[in-house]
């Protein structure tokens, strides 16, 4: 399944944490230690009493909570409540900290308070799929820890939430924010960038190709412009890219042949035009390509195993299209092949004065 058609992020942080604490609880206490770990507590603990007061404002803050999975959080044992993952803290092996929260599919209604900031040892926080409302509490940037943060599928509102560009490692999902994004984000050191499914409204920059992210998915946005030729200085490292329904109105700049570890690149639904330039016949590892409803004329490519590209121009379609695993084709001018577009609309389409795309990748205001 591609990446980009789950909200969920990996989940092989929070199973570290899950090992650390088991380990933890196995080996008793570090040589030195006045008290047991697995026994510390909030009463005890000066890091699990920062985490207690954060985690009791949550619960408070919180209106509704129909699976009661904050009902059991009372008391200093931080470390048993449901949801919260401890292990030793990185400044002092004899503690134990809050090293993970996750409250996924809680159906939670709450917004989320400023005391989170509290929780400085935390490396992964999940809250996707419940009713938090409101921004991003401003003390986010405390938590120079974090790791992954997801709040996706909430009814949080408001622009970007800048500040949390100030988390050096940070990967973070959420939706339904609006406004423009700050170019910065392409230039922070993370591996998966996900600001899919918002309504920001933005032009990629052209520090694009500053990312060094193995993944970038910003399908269902509202992007302006056109895709820089900056594009090709990511080859080192994209494996997806996946621009699904974003409003692009743009060519594919030649610079794309030079992501040369992409596997998967979806442009669909957008305003595509031209012809897929013929650097992309250097796109090696290419699984997956997805141009369909560009409304533009396209040229196939030679190695592909996925390859989809209805609702097109195409005028013609190789002998090994017809051998890929998945191969749709429908609705285009392709002689011979069953349900593509009347003569007339392809006649109409093929008529038109060709396409001129400038050095960026744009639509060309004079020929």
């Not at 996946?242 to 979806?266: F, H, M, Q, Y």
């Not at 989809?308 to 002998?319: A, H, M, W």
């Not at 593509?340 to 020929?367: E, I, K, N, S, W």
Request: proline letters at 8%; charged letters at 15%.
């Amino acid at each position: 399944m591609p990446l980009h058609e789950t909200c969920c992020l990996s989940p092989l942080l929070l199973a570290a944490v899950l090992l650390l604490s088991v380990a933890l609880l196995c080996s008793g206490h570090p040589p030195g230690c006045p008290v047991l770990l697995p026994t510390q507590t909030a009463d005890n603990n000066p890091q699990l009493q920062r985490a207690y007061v954060a985690l009791q404002a949550l619960k408070k803050a919180v209106t509704d909570d129909p699976k009661n999975l904050t009902e059991g959080w009372c008391g200093p044992y931080v470390c048993a409540y449901f949801g919260v993952f401890c292990a030793p803290s990185l400044d002092d092996p004899c503690a134990r900290s809050v090293a993970g929260v996750d409250l996924n599919h809680g159906d939670l209604a709450s917004m989320l308070p400023f005391e989170l900031g509290l929780l400085t040892d935390i490396a992964v926080l999940h809250l996707n799929s419940n009713r938090f409302a409101g921004g991003l509490p401003d003390s986010l940037p405390k938590l120079s820890l974090l790791y992954e943060l997801d709040v996706s599928n909430n009814r949080l509102s408001g622009g970007f939430p800048q500040h949390i560009l100030c988390i050096p490692n940070v990967k973070f999902v959420f939706n339904n924010l609006c406004g423009p994004v700050p170019p910065a984000i392409f230039d922070k050191k993370i591996n998966a960038l996900f600001i899919n499914n918002n309504h920001f409204d933005f032009e990629l920059p052209y520090n694009f190709g500053n990312s060094i992210a193995s993944v970038i998915v910003l399908a269902n946005v509202r992007l302006r412009g056109c895709i820089p030729s900056s594009i090709g200085r990511i080859g080192g490292t994209l494996n997806e890219l996946v621009l699904l329904n974003s409003g692009i109105r743009s060519c594919i700049p030649p610079e794309i042949g030079a992501l040369r570890k992409l596997t998967v690149l979806d442009v669909s639904f957008n305003q595509l035009q031209g012809q897929l330039p013929e650097s992309m016949a250097g796109l090696r590892s290419l699984e997956q390509l997805d141009v369909a409803h560009s409304g533009g004329h396209l040229r196939a490519l030679p190695r592909l195993s996925n390859f989809t590209y209805l609702f097109n121009y195409f005028c013609g379609e190789p002998e090994r299209c017809a051998t890929l695993r998945r191969n749709d084709d429908r609705q285009n001018c392709i002689a011979g092949k069953p349900d593509q577009r009347p003569t007339d609309q392809c006649m109409a389409f093929l008529h038109r004065p060709p396409v001129h795309c400038d050095g960026h990748g744009c639509f060309a205001q004079h020929y």
